[in-house]
């Protein structure tokens, strides 16, 4: 008789590095490809392919910048890939819409990036510090 192996929560979190209530969170969010197998106590244990499309979800994620509602329309148009290595870099839908090259569109240099003012706050208190150990020291 051929088993299946089956991983449960803990596992699945420390191979994809992703906390278990993560995990937890994308269920709800993608039932229709995440479907866990309870156990005794309500322990969920994933089956390897139910691994594998955790895997495709966390890197849309966090590899490809995709949001959560980028995802759920990937699963709706029926372009979800079947592995993470199958998952190539996409326009959005409104450049594919408009669009009459097949390149994905390229970001300009010379946009400024996203500032934060906290970082600059502590940066700012850094230097003045250091002026003033100069200036007294």
């Known amino acids: 008789m051929d088993k299946e192996y089956y991983s449960s929560i803990n596992e699945v979190s420390k191979r994809l590095s992703?906390?278990?209530?993560?995990?937890?969170?994308?269920?709800k969010q993608f039932?229709?490809?995440i479907r866990?197998?309870?156990?005794?106590?309500?322990r969920r244990y994933y089956r390897a392919d139910t691994v594998e499309r955790?895997?495709?979800i966390r890197d849309l994620l966090y590899k490809h910048g995709m949001?959560?509602?980028?995802v759920k329309k990937l699963l709706r148009s029926g372009n979800f890939p079947a592995s993470a290595s199958e998952?190539?870099?996409?326009?959005t839908a409104v450049d594919t819409e408009d669009a009459t090259e097949t390149?994905?569109?390229t970001?300009?240099?010379?946009v400024p990036t996203p500032v934060d003012n906290v970082q600059i706050g502590i940066a700012i208190d850094l230097l003045s510090r250091a002026r003033d150990l100069l200036k007294n020291g």
Not at 18 to 27: D, F, I, M, N
Not at 67 to 70: L, N
């Open 18 to 27: 992703v906390p278990a209530y993560t995990l937890r969170y994308w269920e």
């Open 87 to 91: 998952f190539a870099p996409m326009q």
């Open 67 to 70: 949001t959560i509602a980028g």
């Open 31 to 33: 039932p229709v490809v």
């Open 107 to 110: 970001v300009p240099t010379d």
């Open 54 to 56: 955790l895997t495709v």
């Open 36 to 42: 866990p197998t309870t156990g005794a106590g309500g």
């Open 103 to 105: 390149s994905a569109p």
